[in-house]
Structures are given as C-alpha cells and as structure tokens.
C-alpha cells in the first residue's frame, strides 16, 4: 500500500513539472508577452531619462509635479529603468504643458456659479538617444476635471467625493472661495496623477 501511494505521488510530481515546462515552452513559441509592454514597443529601449517638462502655463511648479509624477509611475511599474543622466539613457521622454485653465462649468438660476471644469494640455514623446529620433509623439492630450464652485454643489456622498481630500464637516466650515480654491489645489494634483498614468499606458502600448 505504501509502495502504491510512493508511486502515485512520484507519477502526479512528473506530470506537474512536464506540465509547467510544456506551458513555458509555449509561452516562448507563441511570443507571449506580459501585460504593460506591447510587441510594438522597442527592444532596444530599456533605460529612459524624463526630461523636466516644459511649463506654458502660468501654473507656477505644474512642470516639476508632471515630471516627479511621471518619474513615480515608471519606478513603479518598473518596465524601464528610470536613470538620472541622459547619457545613460536607451530612450529620453519630454513634454510641454500647453495649457491648464478653469472655466465655468454650470450656474444656478440666480448665476451664481456652481461647479468649475478644469483642462490641461499636453504635448510628450519619446525619442531614442542614439540616433536621435521619435519612436513615439503624443500631442495634445486633454484631461479634464470638474469640482465644485460653491457648497451647494457638492454632494458629500458620492464616491468622487468619499475619494477626495475634503469631509463634509470641511465644506461646512469653509466659505465658498476657500472651498474652491481648495477643490481646484485638489484637481490640479488629480489631472497630474491622471496624465502620468495615461502616458505611461500609452507610450507602452504605443498608442
């Protein structure tokens, strides 16, 4: 009996390791490739430099926050090596913030303003270092936002809210102006966040 189980574990163990090398020989036949690099993307390019980006703006540091931003998304996905110097870099990313401006998004009846829209513009790319050259441009992407211009707008209990910096004893204490320059300080560093996820999926995937 204990001579049957031996062999009965000896044979289930050879036919799980004859699997997991059938599954990796497949992998490598078909050319599979993990999720977050596309086949389109260089092999070449495994070291990037972020370029401080470009500010356009009157948005005074928007440029520092979009390149510490964009430098904290590459670290954590870690498909490429972000170095410190361009001269150790396979590939250089840049931008251009064009634009970041708030306008008004909605007014009660009385026009008095209720909600604000906030959009930034921005240009990026990556180029190889030796030779010089584009591999990828993305050029005017738009993110927009939307927050609230007066107390009465803001719904406590949504989930945009709940996710925010702000409780709903804060907008009862603040006035109106405090509470938007606070939404807008909160947006801002939103659409930073956003704009570093979105380009480095894009770039990628070469999108």
């Known amino acids: 009996m204990k001579y049957t189980l031996r062999r009965a574990m000896r044979r289930t163990s050879?036919?799980?390791t004859v699997g997991y090398l059938w599954a990796a020989?497949?992998?490598a036949g078909c050319g599979y490739s993990f999720a977050g690099r596309?086949?389109?993307f260089p092999d070449d390019i495994r070291t990037v430099y972020i370029e401080p980006f470009i500010n356009q703006t009157r948005n005074v540091g928007l440029e520092k926050e979009l390149t510490s931003a964009l430098r904290s998304e590459f670290y954590r996905r870690g498909e490429l090596r972000v170095v410190d110097t361009v001269d150790q870099a396979?590939?250089?990313?840049a931008g251009v913030v064009r634009s970041f401006e708030s306008h008004v998004a909605s007014v009660n009846r009385r026009d008095e303003v209720l909600q604000y829209e906030t959009a930034m513009i921005v240009d990026a790319s990556l180029r190889r270092r030796e030779p010089n050259e584009i591999i990828w441009?993305?050029?005017g992407t738009r993110l927009t936002?939307?927050?609230g211009g007066s107390r009465a707008?803001?719904?406590t209990t949504s989930s945009e809210f709940k996710t925010g910096t702000l409780n709903a004893s804060?907008?009862?204490r603040l006035t109106d102006i405090q509470l938007t320059e606070t939404e807008n300080r909160a947006v801002r560093g939103q659409l930073v966040e956003r704009f570093a996820r979105e380009l480095h999926q894009r770039l990628m995937e070469m999108f």
Request: aromatic letters at 8%; zero cysteines.
């Open 137 to 139: 441009r993305s050029q």
């Open 153 to 155: 707008a803001v719904v």
């Open 170 to 172: 804060d907008v009862r």
């Open 14 to 16: 050879a036919f799980i």
């Open 145 to 147: 936002d939307i927050y």
């Open 25 to 27: 020989l497949s992998i």
């Open 90 to 93: 396979d590939g250089i990313i």
């Open 38 to 40: 596309s086949e389109a």
